[in-house]
């Protein structure tokens, strides 16, 4: 079955410090491997998305993110965090195995301090 | 460009009762997925359609039902509603039902049941 692990409930980061977001999966097939992020009182939005080609995918907000097939990962990166970033993250990826499925991670709370 | 809208806000049931919830998708987008999310959790998928065709389902009860309208616009149905459902519910929509193409959210409606 599909799933979407990101370990981490919480980062905490200096502002101007490079942050990472941790996000693993499993998928029987090809993921198609998603990245939102969800602001208070805000609905969730798109950052990025890696379905193909690149292993190193770049988003919105200065956002990337890498994909590594041999460890089932899609780590979530900026080079420099802003307060502005401090939000829940998180981590999906889609069904790909016959069905129309999103699977959401638990989320991951950045806190960025100036 | 107006983004999904979502209707009612917030809305409070009793257990037992009924309730639909509205969703109108961003305009030249086909389909509509959705999502419940507690509190604490990421958004577990509910259901998606296109071209107002069920093209997936989430581990929902029978309770739980959607249909999509000519105008891509779209409805879930909750019966006989349980403590258990109160949450947020957010709608997705795409421009296809490709597992390629992200999803773009509304604000949610946020039930409560009492």
């Known amino acids: 079955a599909q799933s979407v692990a990101q370990p981490e409930d919480q980062v905490n980061v200096a502002e101007g410090n490079p942050l990472t977001v941790k996000c693993t999966y499993s998928?029987?097939?090809?993921?198609?491997l998603f990245w939102y992020v969800q602001y208070p009182n805000r609905g969730l939005q798109f950052l990025l998305k890696?379905?193909?080609?690149?292993?190193l995918v770049k988003g919105s907000y200065g956002f990337e993110a890498e994909f590594n097939k041999s460890q089932t990962s899609f780590h979530l990166k900026k080079p420099s965090a802003l307060v502005s970033d401090s939000a829940l993250y998180f981590c999906?990826?889609?069904?790909?195995?016959?069905?129309?499925?999103?699977?959401f991670g638990a989320g991951t709370r950045l806190f960025v301090k100036a | 460009d107006a983004g999904v809208t979502q209707s009612p806000t917030h809305l409070i049931k009793t257990r037992g009762q009924h309730v639909t919830l509205r969703c109108s998708p961003i305009?030249?987008?086909?389909?509509v997925s959705w999502y419940q999310q507690v509190l604490g959790q990421g958004p577990q998928f509910i259901f998606q359609y296109y071209e107002k065709e069920e093209r997936g389902r989430g581990n929902f009860p029978d309770r739980f039902s959607a249909r999509q309208f000519p105008n891509y616009s779209s409805e879930l149905n909750v019966n006989a509603l349980l403590l258990g459902d109160s949450a947020l519910y957010l709608c997705?929509?795409?421009?296809?039902?490709?597992?390629?193409?992200?999803?773009?959210f509304g604000p949610g409606t946020r039930l409560t049941v009492t």
């Open positions: 890696y379905i193909t080609g690149d292993n």
């Open positions: 997705a929509s795409s421009l296809e039902a490709s597992l390629s193409y992200e999803q773009y």
């Open positions: 998928v029987s097939g090809n993921p198609y």
């Open positions: 305009s030249g987008h086909k389909s």
């Open positions: 999906a990826v889609r069904d790909n195995n016959g069905g129309f499925k999103t699977i």
